[in-house]
């Protein structure tokens, strides 16, 4: 994996990150997931059991959508430079749904050498349905 670097004399505000397109997503993933984060629950794993909590089947872990965002962030503007990230989950990503990440630059600051980007960051399904909503903060390195 190579991270993109981005300096913040190169970023304006309305600028958009380049998409990160993930999936479809397959149950494999979900399984490998659990297993990183310790997340066993069987609605994550267990189709019939989604199905009788009144999933509809099961749905992948909302931690997991929120990686892809991070992931689209960081390829953007390199490792460690996430300072901040919260969202909301607005929509369950289903097997063989495709999640598109996307973002857009809302105000950049610098003070104190301290150069800093805030984004509204968003995924979506392969119908144009947000399935996560948030914002972030990146800091950025300068040319100077």
Known sequence: MKYG????????????LPPLVKGPIQQIQLTRYAGASGDFNPIHQDDEFAKAA????VFAHGMLSM???AQ????????????K????FAALVRLKDTVTCKGR??????KDEVHTVE???WAE??????VVAGRATVALPSRA
């Not at 962030?73 to 300072?83: N, P, R, Y």
């Not at 630059?105 to 610098?110: I, N, Q, R």
């Open 72 to 83: 689209a962030l960081t390829d953007w503007s390199g490792a460690g430079s996430v300072k």
């Open 54 to 57: 009144g999933m509809g089947g």
């Open 119 to 121: 984004l509204e960051v």
């Open 125 to 130: 399904n392969q119908r144009g349905e947000k």
């Open 5 to 16: 670097r981005v300096y913040i004399e190169d970023v304006g505000v309305g600028d958009e």
């Open 67 to 69: 990686g892809f965002v």
């Open 85 to 88: 990230l919260g969202v909301r």
């Open 105 to 110: 630059v809302l105000s950049k600051a610098s």
